[in-house]
T-cell receptor, first 112, second 113 residues
Framework: DADVTQTPRNRITKTGKRIMLECSQT?????MYWYRQDPGLGLRLIYY???????NKGEISDGYSVSRQAQAKFSLSLESAIPNQTALYFC???????????FGPGTRLTVL | DQQVKQNSPSLSVQEGRISILNCDYT??????FLWYKKYPAEGPTFLIS?????DKNEDGRFTVFLNKSAKHLSLHIVPSQPGDSAVYFC????????????FGKGTTLSVSS
């Protein structure tokens, strides 16, 4: 069974729609992250959370919001999707003080 | 301004030969470096890492070398296998002082049989 799961795996939506991407983990890690990958640009940090009560903006947080519902769940929302948010989205987890992050399988989002 | 740079978008190697993937960084405060491998339709998978207090770390066929004075690290894969064909990302961390990993753009490795 996967330790970090993401739903949905693929999503096509229209400009202006609200969409939520979900991430769940069974690793028991406190820290969770949302990254975005665009072709040729590597992974860039959107938001991160060190625990349920701690949410922080990353490099490219504009247009996104997050919710940490529990230690194991971290959701990413696009309040009003726009085409340049078309990308691969990855959730990751880590332990406090640990540098290694463990990634989910990704969600491919297309905004038309 | 990119803090972690992988200047070679792609690399082609024959099976059995050595693959060398390079990474340069600009922030001297980075104290931990990681390599991730990514197959299509999957998330990045941790491969190997190195602390800034070391200059070499080896794990099976994979060895990472760190040259702090040159702000350069490299990943050596010996011998290369077709299953190694993937995108390889170099990442850096500020450690306890940091928040997340800073990734390079990736290098696509193709190993032909």
């Amino acid at each position: 069974d996967a330790d970090v799961t993401q739903t949905p795996r693929n999503r096509i939506t229209k400009t202006g729609k609200r969409i939520m991407l979900e991430c769940s983990q069974t690793k028991g890690h406190d820290r969770m992250y949302w990254y975005r990958q665009d072709p040729g640009l590597g992974l860039r940090l959107i938001y991160y959370s060190f625990d349920v009560k701690d949410i922080n903006k990353g490099e490219i947080s504009d247009g996104y919001s997050v919710s940490r519902q529990a230690q194991a769940k971290f959701s990413l929302s696009l309040e009003s999707a726009i085409p340049n948010q078309t990308a691969l989205y990855f959730c990751a987890t880590s332990v406090p003080g640990g540098d290694t992050q463990y990634f989910g399988p990704g969600t491919r989002l297309t905004v038309l | 301004d990119q803090q972690v740079k992988q200047n070679s978008p792609s690399l082609s190697v024959q099976e059995g030969r050595i693959s060398i993937l390079n990474c340069d960084y600009t922030n001297s405060m980075f104290d931990y470096f990681l390599w991730y491998k990514k197959y299509p339709a999957e998330g990045p998978t941790f491969l190997i890492s190195i602390s800034s207090i070391k200059d070499k770390n080896e794990d099976g066929r994979f060895t990472v070398f760190l040259n702090k004075s040159a702000k350069h690290l490299s990943l050596h894969i010996v011998p290369s296998q077709p299953g190694d064909s993937a995108v390889y990302f170099c990442a850096a961390s500020l450690g306890v002082a940091g928040t997340a990993l800073i990734f390079g753009k990736g290098t696509t490795l193709s190993v032909s049989s």
